[in-house]
């Protein structure tokens, strides 16, 4: 199946009701938070966050699910090297659109409420999957890394993704319930591969930046591009 932008999805879906299957236009807030870091990383680096923003959108929600299939063969040398091995999207199609949310919104990620994204306009029906674009700069990190061996860093990381991260795993038949959905963010996923110890040397004010090429840029990107990262769930009832 091709990926169909919304319009011709509501348009799709409208003649398909005109036909007696039911589906019908609904919105429903989309909302993003954070499920915070505890314990050291796989690196034993314990980070806490000083500042923490994202910009998001727009997002994007497909009819097509997620296949999940393990990373590498069942013997992966890459584990006994220190690495983790985590589920990843195998064959995904996204499929028609149902719901989007064409707005782009600074989160911080460290404030004690979930930060409303914006209302979906959306259509009713078996949703698969969500599609989350993260614009240049889009991710700013600023605090402290303490290594288990008593080593500590300060730090203040900036990086943007070049495309979308595709294939994040939601499945709900939606209908007209209240709800809406809600986006976890696992810190623990955004920079559980980062060696602080390849960062730049810090400057006048003690701080240091992820340079480029550096094992803890990589790293970053990887866990942020990760779409277990992403946890994304229903919420029933009105927002608060």
Known sequence: MKRVSLPHAVLLLALLTSCGTGAQ??????????????GPNERGWTVTPESLHVSVGPVRFYEGRVLLSQRGPRFNPYVLLGGTAWAHPGHYLPGDALAEVLSTTEVNLLAAQPTVLGEANAVTGDYGSMELTLPPSAVRIRGTAA???????????AMDLPKPIEGIRFE??????VGRVRITVALSTWLGRIDFATVSPADADGVSTFPSESQAMNALV??????????VTWVEGATQ
């Open 172 to 177: 709900r038949v939606l209908a007209q319930e």
């Open 222 to 231: 990887r866990g942020v591009e990760d779409t277990s990262a992403y946890v």
């Open 147 to 157: 290594h288990t061996d008593g080593r500590r860093v300060r730090f203040d990381a």
């Open 25 to 38: 236009r609904r919105t429903f807030p989309v909302e993003m938070t954070l499920q915070p870091m505890t």
